[in-house]
């Protein structure tokens, strides 16, 4: 009953704000747009606390750098981001053009000043849609949030890092902050199902943009990953269990990689 109730409120805001941001896709500025969407998310965290029972605890606020910084956060589920967008202001997030395809979302992430990456071509149209929305970035002085993993990650797993974060900060010039979380243990990838919890995000000590790719990989990789075991052990009140690596999912998982789907993964 309370995860169809939360769903229902979930679909009712989304559409409720779509609609009041529709006078504003065709004015000029963003500051509107941003104000509505802001709202939203933090009108999508109380339908987490008094309707999922999941309440949300910050912390680190304090790592938060001055000026333009890049956040790389873990991805366990849909609703991290909800946790994330309402921390930080001047807030961009990466994110494939399929979202393009829904009526009026395109105009929205315009507006929101989203780096909206070209899934549908080769790799050089991918680089060159990420390096415009860079550039837009750098010059407006936001921050931006990326899923380094690329996927949403089952708890007690996660996928190999991509390296685009730090081409990222190195085209930038900016810090990267990790970001932890163990909202998993109560709001599992896109599964429908809710369970009452605090779930923690935690922003980390930034990562100097200027280091060698293979150091600055595996110095996110690791920070990430081991504090977000710390959360999730945690909220289960059991020790600590290291993330298991697996591999990318074949062509087809990549949406949605749920426990059931780790056999598959691991014939990859």
């Known amino acids: 009953m309370r995860a169809a109730l939360f769903t229902f409120v979930y679909y009712l805001l989304s559409a409720l704000y779509v609609l009041t941001s529709v006078p504003f896709l065709i ?53 991290d981001g909800y946790l994330v967008y309402p921390e930080v202001k001047n807030l961009a997030f990466v994110t494939g053009d399929h979202l393009e395809k829904f009526p009026l979302v395109g105009g929205i992430l315009r507006k929101l000043g989203a780096i909206v990456i070209d899934t549908c071509g080769g790799g050089d149209r991918k680089a060159a849609s990420l390096r415009e929305g860079m550039e837009r970035a750098k010059q407006d002085g936001r921050r931006i949030l990326i899923y380094p993993e690329g996927h949403l990650a089952p708890v007690d797993y996660h996928f190999r890092y991509k390296p685009g974060v730090w081409h990222m900060a190195q085209a930038m010039q900016a810090p990267v902050v990790p970001v932890a979380t163990n909202i998993g243990l109560y709001w599992q990838q896109q599964e429908k199902e809710k369970r009452a919890g605090t779930a923690v995000i935690e922003f980390l000590e930034p990562i100097p943009w200027n280091l060698p790719k293979e150091e600055f990989m595996e110095r996110l990789t690791e920070v990430v990953e081991q504090r977000t075991a710390e959360l999730v052990a945690e909220g289960r009140g059991t020790p600590v269990k290291r993330a298991t690596l697996i591999p990318d999912p074949p062509k087809g998982m990549e949406a949605s990689p749920t426990m059931s789907d780790l056999a598959a993964f691991k014939k990859a």
Do not use: C
């Open 27 to 79: 004015l000029p500025g963003h500051t509107p747009v941003r104000a509505i969407i802001r709202s939203y998310t933090r009108a999508m965290n109380l339908n987490l606390r008094w309707v999922a029972g999941i309440r949300k605890e910050v912390r680190g606020r304090d790592q938060l750098p001055e000026g333009a910084f890049i956040l790389a956060s873990k991805h366990q589920s849909w609703g």
